[in-house]
């Protein structure tokens, strides 16, 4: 096996500007690591910042689906998408969030037969509808998220992350990115 992170350059942390410097390092401080994704990402800078600010904006924003149900989205679409860089990564970030060791492998592994609460099945339902099949997406998705009480906000929280990670798996499988394997065992051992 490669240990190769990408098929593509990479940069490092020190290598980039400044301000992606600064903010990929809090990133890395907080984590006590880089993610390979922003090592990949670093030698398209334009297309870094863009990333990490659709990201944030979504990711991070105020109201909507809790940062937990934000995850699920991403772990249940990357796993329909077969994407094991996102699967590890926000599995990872998900187990954390979730305070469940387990959900994310269940979630990843099949995302459709999953066992979840009304909530989260209405959330992983609409998204993998329209990661899944999106010609087929309609209003009756929007219609059974609406029934188990989904708001319009957050249905489209569920679209907007469903739609950014859509690119983010087809950039990892693009690129072959591999996960750190720090990711491995984040959220599942007591620190």
């Not at 944030?56 to 689906?65: I, K």
């Amino acid at each position: 096996m490669s240990d190769a992170v990408s098929r593509f350059p990479v940069t490092e942390l020190e290598d980039l500007p400044d301000d992606l410097r600064t903010r990929i390092g809090a990133i890395a401080e907080k984590s006590g690591f880089t993610p390979n994704i922003f090592r990949a990402l670093g030698h398209r800078l334009a297309e870094l910042r863009a990333f990490l600010d659709y990201h944030d904006a979504l990711m991070e924003r105020e109201g909507g689906l809790s940062k937990a149900e934000r995850e699920l989205v991403v772990v249940a679409t990357s796993g329909a998408n077969h994407c094991t860089y996102c699967v590890v990564a926000h599995g990872a970030i998900l187990r954390i969030r979730a305070k469940d060791p387990e959900l994310s492998d269940r979630v990843a592994a099949n995302p459709w037969q999953v066992e979840l609460d009304e909530r989260g099945r209405a959330i992983v339902d609409l998204a993998l509808a329209l990661a899944h099949e999106p010609a087929l997406f309609g209003e009756g998705d929007l219609d059974a998220a609406r029934e188990a009480g989904l708001t319009e906000d957050e249905i489209w929280d569920v679209g907007a992350i469903t739609a950014l990670f859509a690119m983010s798996n087809r950039l990892a499988h693009l690129t072959a990115l591999r996960p750190n394997s720090e990711f491995y065992l984040m959220g599942r051992q007591k620190r």
